[in-house]
Structures are given as structure tokens and as C-alpha cells.
């Protein structure tokens, strides 16, 4: 099958290890797009409504987070934020860049923040939505998320709690994201990341207090009102602890802003990256 058949399987690079997967688009200054933790996910399927209309200004570069999609999956190796993060700074280093802006999305959120505090030189600006990364009792969302058991019925169940309308959600699309999760090694490397009790996940991936407060970085941070997976009250802190944050919050939106929102959510995103 060939590379536009399958467009989530782009270039792979050795980033800080780690053969990594990854998609780019367009020309221009770098910016990084970190996925969620969905299952299944892959760069290419959270970002495919984005990097179109990122790629007409800058260089964008979407990779699978080691754990996850096409991305080797050493043995055992124990993927934690500190591995994530030095993927991405890997990631950097091995395509030649010494500063990028980076996107996260939800578990995405927490890396890029992990990213900026550690190597704040090597971020140029900072988006986050729906974003880990801050305390907050685990919700019944993203449990059932990070327990999913690979079947058509409950993929459904899971996008249905993503989206606020729920009309985006066709069994087509359930299908095809039941057959994404269940690619040969995939689940299992799925299930052993996140294993119940979940959430000591949820806290093993804040950065504390006084280390975001210290971030220098313009930063946006994007939430949907009705987003059941992540609470709305952990960008509402993020927001308070960023100096330089902004906070837009999309109404009629749950978790997938990307995709519900993706026009304004474009527009917003790439307003912020070019100002």
C-alpha cells in the first residue's frame, strides 16, 4: 500500500532514540503538533484538519508519541512524560531545529509543558488545548478513554463522549477508528500505559506550580465548555499561572476543538503562531 494510501505513516527518524514516525507539511518556522492519548491515535488522525492550514505558513511536523501509532515501540521501555519530553526535544534535535512552537492536545498539553519547563530555550510559543498537566480528579471520560477494550461499540461509546455534537460521530468513523486501534501491537502497547488505578496517570503527568508560573513563553490555551474528558477548570489554571497565557473557550464543544471548531480553531491557532 502506498505512502498517499496510508497518509498517517510519513518519514521515521531517530529522535533521542527513539525511531519515531512522523508527518510534515509546509515551509517556514517549526512548530511541533504533540497528539492525545486516544486510542488509535496517531499524528496524522488528531491533526489532519490542522496541518493543511498551518503548512501555508510554517514548517509543521505532527509525530506518534513513543506507545502510540507507527512510532517503534522499544522493549521494554516505560513511557512516562520525562520520555515523552525528551522525544520531542530528541525530535528537535535530530530535524536540525533549535526552537519550535509546540501544540499539545490533552496528554499532548502535558508534554509540551514538560517541554517548555525543562528546555524553555527550545520553545517559541506554546499552544495548549484541553490540556493535562495541572491537578484534577480523574473524570469518568477519560477513564473509560484509557481503559478502552478494542470493539466497534465501545470506539463509539468513546468518540461519543469527544464530541459535543454528536452527529460527527458515524459508525463509518467508528469503524475506521476501531481498525486504527487494533493495527498489530497497537492495543497492547495501549493497555499497558495507562493500567487502573488511572489517577496516578493524571499526576504523574503535572508540572508543578512554580515551574509553569515561571514559563516565559506566550501561551494559548483553548477548551471546550463541554469537554467531559478534560475538566475546563484545568485551562482556567493554566491560564491563571501563565503570565503571558490567553484563554479562548469554545462553546457547543467538547474535546475534540480541532475538529468540532476546526475552522475558528484554525484561524485562532494560526493567528497566535504568526502575530
Known amino acids: 500500500m502506498s505512502q498517499t494510501q496510508r497518509p498517517e505513516i510519513g518519514a521515521t527518524i531517530d529522535a533521542g532514540g527513539i525511531k519515531t514516525n512522523y508527518i510534515e507539511a509546509g515551509q517556514g518556522p517549526a512548530v511541533v503538533l504533540v497528539h492525545g492519548s486516544g486510542p488509535g491515535v496517531t499524528g496524522y488522525a488528531n491533526w489532519r484538519l490542522t496541518m493543511p492550514v498551518l503548512a501555508e505558513q510554517f514548517r509543521v511536523v505532527a509525530p506518534d508519541m513513543v506507545g502510540f501509532g507507527y512510532t517503534e515501540r522499544p522493549s521494554g521501555l516505560r513511557c512516562d512524560i520525562d520520555v515523552w519530553a525528551d522525544q520531542v526535544v530528541g525530535l528537535l534535535d535530530a530535524l536540525g531545529l533549535e526552537r519550535a512552537s509546540v501544540v499539545g492536545n490533552s496528554f499532548g498539553g502535558a508534554i509540551a509543558l514538560r517541554v517548555a519547563a525543562r528546555h524553555p530555550e527550545r520553545v517559541h510559543k506554546l499552544a495548549l488545548m484541553g490540556s493535562v498537566g495541572v491537578p484534577f480528579p480523574l473524570t469518568e471520560g477519560l477513564d473509560a478513554v484509557w481503559g478502552y477494550e478494542p470493539s466497534v461499540g465501545n470506539m463509539r461509546r468513546i468518540m461519543d463522549l469527544f464530541a459535543y455534537d454528536r452527529s460527527l460521530i458515524s459508525d463509518e468513523l467508528a469503524e475506521v477508528r ?17 493500567p487502573a488505578p488511572r489517577q496516578r496517570w493524571v499526576d504523574a503527568m503535572v508540572t508543578p506550580d512554580e515551574q509553569i508560573r515561571a514559563l516565559p513563553h506566550e501561551t494559548l490555551v483553548v477548551h471546550g465548555r463541554e469537554d467531559r474528558i478534560i475538566p475546563l477548570d484545568t485551562s482556567l489554571r493554566l491560564a491563571e499561572l501563565i503570565d503571558a497565557a490567553q484563554l479562548h473557550v469554545f462553546g457547543h464543544c467538547g474535546h475534540w476543538t480541532q475538529i468540532e471548531w476546526s475552522a475558528a480553531f484554525n484561524r485562532l491557532l494560526a493567528g497566535f503562531l504568526g502575530d
Open 178 to 194: 476501531y481498525r486504527a486501534s487494533t493495527e498489530p501491537g497497537f492495543q497492547e502497547s495501549y493497555a499497558a500505559l495507562f
